[in-house]
Each structure stands twice: as structure tokens, then as C-alpha cells.
């Protein structure tokens, strides 16, 4: 990248430098109140694994395709 490239958002997985296509949105229901909200980014191969571990600890609240989030 140079220095007249805007800086890409990156995956949230362990050692994934891909662009993030998604967005993650949750949180932690024992130490967040509902409305705060929390984000993982997402490359398509890793959105379903980012979105299962979120979700087999019912933290997963919803995911967007990163073009459209508005958050």
C-alpha cells in the first residue's frame, strides 16, 4: 500500500489481512447494556466462523454487508 491508498479495512480473524466485506454487530449481554453494540469485521471466508463463535455465546445481534452499515 502507498501512501496515497486509503487504508483498507481488515478481518477481524487471527492472522487474516483480508479486506472485510462485513460487519459483525454485538455484544456481551452480562457486561454491555442491550443498546451498546460492539463490531468484528468480516472477509467472506471468514464471516460464517466469526458469526458462529458469536453466536454459539448469544452475542451475535445481526450482520451487514460492510457497504451498507451505517453504525
Do not use: Q
Not at 481488515?10 to 454487530?25: F, H, M, N, P, Y
Amino acid at each position: 500500500m502507498n501512501e496515497t491508498e486509503p487504508d483498507l479495512p481488515i478481518c477481524s480473524a487471527k492472522g487474516c489481512r483480508s479486506e472485510a466485506t462485513w460487519v459483525l454487530v454485538w455484544n456481551n449481554p452480562k457486561i454491555h447494556s442491550p443498546e451498546r453494540r460492539k463490531t468484528w469485521l468480516a472477509c467472506d471466508e471468514h464471516r460464517t466462523y466469526l458469526s458462529d463463535f458469536l453466536s454459539l455465546r448469544n452475542f451475535l445481534r445481526e450482520v451487514v454487508a460492510r457497504a451498507d452499515f451505517t453504525g
